[in-house]
Structures are given as C-alpha cells and as structure tokens.
C-alpha cells in the first residue's frame, strides 16, 4: 500500500476469534498509513458491534444469518438475509469507495465478500484457525489472496487463487504492557494471585464448569480466579458458583481489555 490515503473494509464476527485479528490488522494500518479510511461490516446487537467502536473503528450493520447444515425453514430464512446482506454491502461499498476488502471469518463475511466480487474490488480472506469454518473455505474461490497462520491449513484452500502463511495477527497492546502497570489499572492489589480462565468469547459449558468445581474441591486455594464465561452462560454459572467462598471467584460475562487481565495474571487457563 503507497502512502498515500486508501480505504479499505474489514468484515468478520461471531466471536472474538475473527474480529480482533481484524482489528489487529487494522490497527496496524492506522499506525503505518494515518490517512487510510477504515471502516467495518457486521450485524447488529453483535460482538462485533461492541468490540469495534470501542477500538475506535466505524462500523455499519448489514443482515447476516449462518446457514444451517440441513435444508428446511432455517435455510430460507439465512438466504433471504444473505441477499439482504448483499444489497446492504454494496450501496456501503458505492458509498465508502474501498480498495481493498478484507474478510477475517464468520457467516457475516459472506455477504460482504459477495458484493466485493460483484464490484470487482480485490479482496482477501484470513483464517486464523487450523481447520478453517464452512464461510472461508466457501468465499475462498472468488478471493484474490487467502492468508493463513498454519502451513497445515494450505490443504483446504486448493481451489484458491493464492494462499499465504501470514500468521495470526495479534493487536500490539498485548505486547506492551507488565504485570504492574495492568494490576494499577484493573484496581488490583498487586501481591494478590490471580488465576484467568476463559473458554473463549462465547464461554465454554465444560471449562466453566470446571473452573468452578475446582475451587469447590480447594476452598484453602491461596487465589483469586476470574473466570470470563460467555455471556449466554452467566446465569447458570453464577448458579454453579453460589457455593463458592465470596472473593475466591469472579465471573464476567465476556473481558473487552483481555490484554490488561492476561498482564495482570499469575496463570492463563485457555
């Protein structure tokens, strides 16, 4: 990319998985070209749709919906709002004019990988996992670049025009921040231990669970566990946990500044 100013549209959502990778990416087109427009598509009352304003990115809501894995009422339903998508990712692209889209994963890719194909705007596709989802092996074909962070990943993208090994990008901040500086800025007391334990922005029924029967087999645990549970699960995890010492466990729906409590932990549990 020259210096000079470009715009360019990311998409990607679901989980945090695709969308701070986005970010990561973005961020760090902002850091190298100021003048770049960056601009983000994804469905409302999202992940997406809270994590990207508060990364300072401007975001517009189109229709997404994934599609089922049998046929049946469902499978309508996602085709009408992936054309709806379509027609919302178009009118966006006529409007915000980008170079370049870029797709990170999830069902809301689709319909903005679809209107960059018809625009003819080049566009590209990051995977981050090892086994890629039904939505990047599918909008693969029509891309001009698949960017992957396994080399074992290159096997599932055999009809792609061209497939790098990139990595996964991971936002800056992670890198820069100590134990100190994260415990002074979460208000905690800095010769506590603390144990993070999340199964993912979405939660995970068995890792919560653990996490939880865990502490009740060692109430003498000399720590304090936060544990990030996904927002669907707060209720019966906070049922889960009624029997728990007060102060040994904190649970959280979902943590917006990961960084600040990865520096802050003594021990991660992913």
């Not at 693969?140 to 790098?164: L, M, N, P, W």
Request: net charge positive; hydrophobic share 40%; aromatic share 8%.
């Amino acid at each position: 990319m020259s210096k000079k100013g470009k715009s360019v549209i990311f998409s990607g959502g679901g989980t945090s998985g695709h969308i701070n990778p986005a970010i990561a990416i973005a961020q760090r087109l902002r850091l190298e070209v100021p003048e770049t427009e960056i601009a983000f598509l994804g469905t409302a009352n999202s992940l997406e749709s809270k994590i990207v304003p508060r990364a300072g990115f401007a975001f517009y809501p189109i229709k997404a919906k994934g599609f089922p894995h049998r046929p049946g009422k469902d499978l309508w339903l996602a085709y009408r709002e992936y054309k709806t998508g379509v027609g919302q990712s178009l009118a966006l692209m006529d409007q915000l004019k980008p170079d370049v889209v870029v797709g990170t994963g999830g069902y809301v890719c689709g319909p903005v990988l679809s209107a960059a194909k018809k625009r003819g705007i080049p566009h590209l596709i990051h995977e981050q996992n090892a086994y890629p989802g039904r939505n990047n092996r599918f909008m693969a074909r029509g891309a001009d670049v698949v960017c992957i962070s396994y080399e074992q990943t290159r096997r599932f993208f055999k009809r792609a025009h061209k497939v790098v090994l990139t990595g996964n990008p991971v936002r800056e901040v992670f890198y820069n921040l100590d134990r100190a500086t994260a415990r002074r800025q979460l208000g905690m007391d800095e010769n506590e231990f603390i144990i993070l334990a999340t199964g993912g922005s979405l939660g995970a029924r068995r890792i919560n669970q653990a996490v939880v029967e865990f502490i009740k087999m060692n109430p003498d645990l000399p720590a304090r566990v936060i544990l990030a549970c996904g927002e669907r699960m707060v209720d019966e995890t906070m049922e889960l946990a009624q029997a728990v010492e007060p102060g040994k466990l904190h649970i959280e729906p979902y943590l917006y500044d990961m960084q600040l409590y990865m520096a802050a932990a003594n021990q991660d549990s992913f």
